[in-house]
């Protein structure tokens, strides 16, 4: 099967402007993300993770190598429309990418731009806008919705596109913590339960633990990339990425270094207390 | 202090002159200033009078709000009146004072252009009332559309409209918090001379344009990501179509503007 996006040597380096050098973002990397998954990419600040994002939907076009989203290559100017289609994005602030007064006019917007017809726009918008659980507010103005609420509803305004994946830059940084469980739960379900692909940029390492493919980057490049449980064991590494681990992995890592003979793979609150409970009673 | 700004001072309604189509209320909105200006004489001017006391009624929209639009014109009406007055010297003169004279028909001609005036704005106010700003854009953008055969970017208007009133609220909110985080800081906006409190300003407009600007950025990618190429091929959620009480309107709307016409012919 091909991939629903694949980078092939892909460079990028932003223009050289007044007073600044020509910027190297990142160099050949290669990269494909299979239909139907859910891959977490992390890395610190200025790593080129959004950068990358924008390859994903023809934003921005390679300064070297090729960008492939299903099989399209992205500087194609005729496929344009159907790559952005196909591959929804969703931005970290929600009040810069709501266009309409009234909820459910911002959620049509995208199926107004691609000339579907009305009645199959309200039967998109109604669907979209039940599936993120925002339909009672389809009628309201979205500045008087909560932070949370908004980014939902912009994750719905992709959803009318019926996209086959949604590539989210940062959703939940402007975020309290409640507006961010509910925009990570909506997502995890997109995935499972719609078998949307899902592209999740985070500097959250919980919100990363939702994910079946973790790719840390780091000064432009794939630092390593796996199974959650198998990139946050790698804490060392991480550490001097100047990233994270999740609280659970940190605790039994102390641990270890403390003489205890833990596993590092525990990633829920459960597992790690359980992990633990079994070696206090070998111990004993 | 900010948050009291009302936009467009919509009254939300489900009476019929809300439900009317906003491209038939702005084509009554023109036969009616239209109307207004052809009338001449006692009975037209009660005929129009009737007619936007009728639609008030029939809008559920209370006197008191029409009355509170008039209050920023008064002086402009005052000022209108007062020139009427003196100015038409025609018919008896009932007062010569000084250099100053009053006619009969001054007083006439002074009544007539208050009323105009007042009747325009409460018009203009009557639709603004009924009609969300949102719809009044649609409306417009629909109306102009065969101006886009010479060139004129209606489509581009009218986007640019709705997304300027959809961040209002947005860049009013960031106002206040400028504001607050310049008090903090310990600025001073209500002491001094006019001209250094103008001054106090500029640490406000110059963030607030920088993140006005950074935001239009954004928003422009975002739009880009949802497909937006312009207003070619573009179909609607709400399509506007015009509704029997829509051309009950009409009908009305030209009955008024008949009367009009007629009553002016007779003399009346």
Same mark, same amino acid.
């Given at each position: ?21 020509? &910027? ?11 239909? !139907? ?98 339909? *009672?507010?389809?009628? @309201?103005?979205? @500045? ?33 913590? $409640? ?33 079946? +493919? ?6 432009? !490049? ?14 060392? =590494? ?16 102390? &641990? ?7 596993? =590092? *793979? ?19 | ?17 809300? +439900? ?38 029939? !809008? ?90 010479? @060139? ?37 906006? *209500?002491?001094?001379?006019?001209? +250094? $409190? ?16 950074? +935001? ?16 070619? !091929? ?16 009409? =009908? ?10 007629? =009553? ?5």
């Amino acid at each position: 099967m091909t991939p629903i996006i694949q980078t092939e040597k892909l460079s990028f380096t932003y223009p050289a402007s007044e007073g600044r050098l020509a &910027l190297p973002v990142f160099e050949n990397l290669d990269l494909e993300i299979a239909e !139907g998954s859910f891959t977490a990419i992390i890395g610190p600040n200025g790593c080129g993770k959004s950068t990358l994002a924008k390859h994903f939907n023809a934003v921005l076009l390679p300064s070297g190598g090729k960008v492939w989203v299903s099989g399209m290559d992205t500087s194609d100017e005729e496929l344009l429309l159907e790559i952005r289609r196909q591959i929804g994005m969703v931005f970290q602030n929600p009040d810069n990418q709501i266009v309409a007064n009234v909820v459910e006019e911002d959620v049509a917007f995208a199926p107004e731009n691609l000339g579907v017809p009305s009645p199959e726009i309200r039967k998109r918008v109604d669907d979209a806008l039940k599936t993120v659980g925002m339909y *009672e507010y389809r009628e @309201h103005a979205p @500045h008087l919705l909560s932070g949370g609420q908004k980014q939902r509803i912009a994750i719905a305004g992709v959803l009318a596109m019926q996209p086959r994946c949604i590539v989210l830059d940062e959703p939940t940084a402007m975020l309290d913590p $409640r507006g961010r469980d509910e925009v990570v739960s909506t997502i995890t379900q997109l995935n499972r339960e719609q078998g949307i692909t899902v592209v999740l940029i985070t500097h959250h390492m919980r919100e990363a633990v939702h994910a079946d +493919r973790i790719i840390v980057m780091h000064k432009g !490049g794939i630092l390593t990339d796996g199974s959650p449980r198998k990139v946050f064991s790698q804490v060392e =590494l991480l550490r001097k990425a100047g990233l994270d681990v999740p609280q659970t992995t940190d605790l039994l890592y102390s &641990l270890r270094n403390a003489g205890w003979d833990l596993p =590092l *793979e525990a990633l829920t609150v459960e597992e790690c207390a359980e992990a633990i409970a079994a070696a206090i009673q070998i111990e004993n | 202090m900010l948050k009291d700004i009302t936009l467009g001072q919509f009254f939300p309604g489900k009476s019929i002159v809300h +439900r009317l189509d906003p491209r038939t209320k702005i084509l009554l909105l023109i036969i009616y200033i239209v109307a207004l200006f052809l009338a001449k004489s006692w009975c037209s001017y009660g005929l129009v009078l009737l007619f936007l006391i009728a639609v008030t009624c029939l !809008g559920r929209i209370p006197f008191k709000a029409m009355t509170r639009g008039l209050k920023p014109m008064l002086v402009f009406i005052i000022f209108t009146a007062v020139l009427n007055l003196f100015y038409t010297k025609s018919g008896t003169k009932l007062l010569d004072w000084w250099i100053f004279e009053i006619w009969s028909d001054g007083i006439i001609t002074a009544f007539f252009m208050v009323m105009r005036i007042m009747m325009l704005i409460c018009g203009t106010f009557l639709m603004t009332y009924t009609t969300s700003p949102i719809a009044l854009t649609d409306a417009l953008e629909r109306l102009m559309n065969p101006l886009k055969k010479l @060139h004129v970017p209606v489509h581009e208007l009218a986007m640019m409209m709705s997304i300027a009133l959809r961040f209002i609220p947005t860049l009013i909110e960031e106002t206040d918090k400028i504001i607050s985080a310049q008090k903090a800081r310990g600025a001073d906006f *209500e002491t001094g001379s006019l001209m +250094r $409190r103008a001054k106090a300003l500029i640490p406000i407009l110059v963030p607030l344009f920088v993140s006005a600007f950074r +935001r239009a950025d954004e928003l422009a990618t975002a739009m880009e990501c949802r497909c937006y190429h312009g207003g070619e !091929g573009r179909t609607r959620l709400k399509v506007l179509r015009y509704a029997g009480r829509d051309w009950v309107a009409f =009908l009305v709307g030209a009955l008024l503007l008949a009367g009009v016409i007629v =009553l002016r012919r007779l003399g009346l």
